[in-house]
């Protein structure tokens, strides 16, 4: 199945199921469960963009989480989006008044206990079972706890024998307030889980920026930062960064070991940026997103592109010296053109057994559909496109440019013998 296909399946089940499965003040998130731990594991985030707010103050950072989801559900690609209730818990809090208490002999710990004992539930003992244990919770029926007037008529005993309400010695109301505190950084933390419909996640959250910065106003002291699977493409940009450049230092390193100077080298290394354009116009045509496993087929690439052009510019090589030894005086640029157009007829099939087995081993990669396809086709796909342009490349575009070469250098010998003569 192609990925256009593919893509367009996901979107439409993503959107049944969110349809079929509906909850009023619940957002949905569609992933794949070991995919979904992963991602809770290494950043927290269980959704592919998230959104980590940071400030001192709960209530604003519930405010502003609020506000960031509704933004996001304004883009298009969006397919949910829901931010941390920070302040979000309702609990009920027992305000004990110790000079009452103390009027009826009782301490704190006394009104305490029957608050843990009757309301709360208090571990008295445990049962064994064979090898399990389990432990016996003492506390009230649900009846006598069930609402806030039945736990303000919960007794409790005093000194002198005589029982009286809870409420007697205590104030019983909700409040509302943080069922847990996240932080990062010595921080407070409120999170907004963002699900999206494309898998171009770089592209969205660039979106998402821009809107982000349009729609919602950061106090002082609060700031933003990108997670979930955004992060792990920022680190992996960041390695790129330093890996793409030494790779084709050493590719560079390799070509002059082999040669023994800098012209060869520096036409072998043309191959790389032609054949990365077969590669990127093959997964601009599958409709795959440039991702981590594309750089990394496109640094593939770059490999065999160069292996490519070292086995075509060798055998030039070669007839030209065979040229000369045979004339014994300097080449002409026919001579040289000749000879690089015999050399060349020679490589055909090698070059075109190199190219069309990588070119078949790869299409099957292309036609998989089990687990792990999508990742194995987008680092073959940069590959299978660009030995296309490769083949091409090493054919007829490398010939062409080392036969001038020759010729020029070959005309500023002549020059050079001249003036010394």
Request: charged letters at 20%; one cysteine or more; proline letters at 5%.
């Amino acid at each position: 199945m192609c990925p256009q296909n593919r893509g367009k399946i996901t979107r439409q089940l993503m959107d049944k199921m969110d349809k079929a499965l509906h909850f009023p003040g619940l957002a949905n998130a569609w992933t794949m469960p070991i995919k979904n731990r992963i991602d809770m594991l290494a950043t927290g985030i269980k959704t592919p963009v998230g959104i980590k707010v940071s400030g001192p103050d709960l209530n604003v950072l519930q405010s502003l989480s609020l506000q960031i989801a509704e933004a996001m559900k304004t883009l298009p690609e969006t397919l949910s989006a829901y931010g941390d209730r920070a302040v979000g818990g309702y609990f009920l809090d027992f305000n004990i008044n110790r000079e009452a208490a103390a009027r009826y002999g009782l301490t704190t710990g006394d009104v305490q206990d029957v608050i843990q004992s009757a309301i709360g539930g208090m571990n008295i003992t445990e049962t064994v079972e064979g090898l399990k244990r389990y432990p016996v919770n003492l506390r009230y029926p649900r009846d006598l706890r069930d609402n806030l007037e039945a736990l303000r008529r919960v007794l409790i005993p005093t000194p002198t024998g005589s029982q009286i309400p809870l409420t007697a010695v205590a104030d019983i109301n909700f409040k509302r307030g943080t069922d847990v505190i996240k932080t990062e950084d010595a921080r407070p933390n409120a999170w907004i889980y963002v699900d999206i419909k494309t898998s171009d996640i770089g592209g969205y959250v660039e979106l998402a920026k821009k809107t982000l910065a349009e729609r919602v106003t950061l106090p002082a002291g609060y700031t933003v930062a990108w997670s979930g699977q955004f992060e792990y493409m920022e680190r992996a940009a960041e390695r790129l960064r330093i890996v793409v450049p030494i790779t084709l230092l050493l590719i560079f390193i390799l070509l002059y070991a082999a040669f023994r100077n800098l012209t060869e080298p520096t036409i072998v290394m043309l191959a790389i940026p032609f054949s990365l354009i077969g590669g990127i116009w093959f997964v601009y045509w599958l409709g795959f997103n440039l991702s981590i496993t594309v750089y990394v087929g496109l640094i593939a690439l770059a490999g065999t592109a160069a292996e490519t052009g070292v086995m075509v510019l060798s055998f030039i090589d070669i007839e030209i010296d065979k040229l000369r030894e045979q004339k014994q005086a300097p080449l002409t640029g026919d001579e040289i053109r000749a000879a690089t157009e015999a050399a060349t007829a020679l490589r055909v099939r090698p070059v075109a057994i190199t190219s069309l087995a990588n070119i078949v081993g790869l299409i099957p990669i292309m036609w998989a559909t089990g687990a792990g396809a999508d990742v194995t086709q987008c680092l073959a796909a940069p590959a299978l496109g660009g030995m296309v342009s490769v083949l091409i490349l090493s054919l007829l575009v490398f010939p062409v440019i080392y036969s001038l070469v020759l010729q020029f250098q070959e005309k500023r010998k002549q020059v050079v013998v001249d003036v010394v003569h």
